[in-house]
């Protein structure tokens, strides 16, 4: 996995640029530790650093191929292409020669062969760019499920781009703005496809292409989400549900460099871990290392909630146990969540003040020790989406009603930890002015002109079918985009199984009353894999990631909020309301200020650290 970034101009001469994209480079590094590389020619300008994973010493970025001394295409590229030895293989009988064996040569000439049709042929996780000097044009590519970030930034006369704001920012041309719709996206749980929060700048969306040519930006798809007739019974859906997962598994065990699992103990990490010890035994290699993340006391001093009835520690070491992994827990305790620097960190890894506060936090100190050990981590991420585990999928006040399902269940304070609303302490007229429930209310109508559909959905079939495309194109982005800043802030590549497009879209198509056959949650991922877990991981009930239950979090918190209401040259004060700002921080006030302070101080320090300006 690595960082890009880019510069398309058809009115410079981009060979003597070289100080901008090294500047632009600078700013991938953290996700790519390994090495970088620049090329430069007269209309582009390709930054790349890289983390090696597969081809240590052939897979040099940005890589290109020649021909009698003339350069034919050149990529820097981001990514995991899983059926890469398939494809060169085919390349190979077609003619093609290879000088490395990296995935990356393979992309190269899958384009030089098949044209911009060859993104039909990748199966995996990747965004890059291919910059074409015979015609020259750009083509930035991502990924069908969006696993791996890529903005451009169209300009005058092209396009700048980067995996992730950052490296377009440091374009000495570009200033970071939001303006009134950018702070609608950033506070609401939407994750709105393209939108990139900041003025200016677009997300490529996932399985989209953005070709850049004299002519303009067009934005092409190449694979979305459709409604098919699921003809297979539940015995063969369940047995192709495993199926898929064992290819998907072995697939993603190739790698280079040292690799493992998360493993949380629920369900879906579970799985994964399982299905990879069985895959590396089968190979005569393992045991398959896993970590998973703790709190100090968490499970000693655990209280159930709505949102979260059991600790994760017990099922995790069970599930160690069962399958013979070499397992780490990574335990964190209050200071080490709190700490200034590890909140900047994340902040920095993350561009924007939108996460999910200490969960943000851990995550970040968790892939941080795994790095230590391993490059690569197995995940379970985005199986809740794919097979229903959410607990709102199953609530049918939530399911019914005229919105985002995780909005109507209230998601955005319990998530961190809290229950107060993310924008409690933001100011009266600013809430009025933004109108996050009509904002919300506009992109949840988009998104529901979207979904695909069968004569034969009808009734609660169809509300199901609209639930899972919300949850597989909007909700799924909020949680990769997390976890792919998280883990890369610290050079780690975190690869998703449970995203695989052939996994998604059969699932996708499997009728949701077969999605729930047992009367539980995930129906066909228990049933496809339980005879590889132990029956206490196969039967719990779904707990999302952990937060915090120390107290002292949430009093450390409130001591930063007084700190920020005496300051008032605080970036962040004329968007607050004083009288809320006040009661929240006065003498002997309890209430519950968790998610809105982590919110609050976040904004702050965001536009103290990086000269955003709000347009608002």
Known sequence: MCGITGWISYDNDLTTQRPALEAMTRTMACRGPDAGGIWLGPHAALGHRRLAVIDIDGGKQPMSVEHDGRTLIVTTYS?????????????????????????????????????????????????????????????????????????????????LFGSEPKAVHAHPDVRPAVDAEGLAELITFTKTPG???????????????????????????????????????????????????????????????????????????????????????????????????????????FTPDDLRGTPDGPYAHALAEHVGSDHHDIVLDTAALIDPG??????????????????????????????????????????????????????????NADTFPWVAAGLSGRFSGGNSVREALLDRALLKRLDLPGYEQRRYREALAEVPYLDSDTGHQRRMREVSYLHLTRFVQILLDRKDRASMAVGLEVRVPFCDHRLVDYVFNTPWAMKTFDGREKSLLRAATRDVL???????????????????????????????????????????????????????????VRPAAELVLGMNAWLRTTGTTLEL
């Open 342 to 399: 590890h909140r900047a960190a994340v902040l920095a890894a993350r561009d924007l003040p939108n996460g999910f506060g200490d969960g943000d936090t851990s995550l970040y100190l968790l892939f941080k020790a795994v790095r230590e050990q391993s490059t690569v981590a197995l995940s379970g991420e985005s199986a809740d989406e794919v097979f229903g585990g959410y607990r709102w999928f199953h609530d049918p006040e939530s399911v």
């Open 79 to 159: 990514g995991e292409v899983y059926n890469y030895l398939e494809l060169r293989a085919e390349l190979t009988r077609l003619g093609h020669a290879f000088r490395t064996n990296s995935d990356t040569e393979v992309v190269l000439h899958a384009y030089l062969e098949w044209g911009e049709a060859f993104v039909e042929r990748l199966n995996g996780m990747y965004a890059f760019a291919l910059w074409d000097p015979r015609t020259e044009h750009l083509l930035l590519v991502r990924d069908r499920m969006g696993i791996k970030p890529l903005f451009y930034y169209p300009t005058r006369d092209g396009v």
């Open 195 to 301: 939108h990139a929060v900041y003025k200016g700048l677009h997300e490529v969306r996932p399985g989209h292409v953005v070709r850049v040519d004299r002519n303009g930006v067009h934005v092409t798809r190449y694979w979305a989400l459709e409604a098919r007739e699921h003809t297979d019974d539940l015995d063969t859906t369940v047995a192709r549900v495993r199926e898929l997962l064992d290819d998907i598994v072995a697939r993603q065990l190739i790698a280079d460099v040292p690799l493992c699992t998360l493993l949380s103990g629920g369900l879906d990490s579970s799985a994964i871990t399982a299905l990879s010890a069985k895959a590396l035994a089968a190979q005569g290699s393992g045991p398959v290392r896993s970590f998973a993340v703790d709190f100090t006391g968490y499970t000693e001093n």
């Open 534 to 592: 132990p029956d206490l991981v196969a039967d719990r009930v779904k707990s999302p990631y952990p937060s915090t239950q120390d107290p002292g979090y949430n009093e450390a918190l409130r001591s930063e909020l007084k700190e920020l209401a005496a300051d008032r040259d605080a970036p962040v004060r004329p968007l607050l309301d004083s009288e809320v700002l006040a009661e929240a921080t006065a003498v002997g006030a309890d209430h519950d």
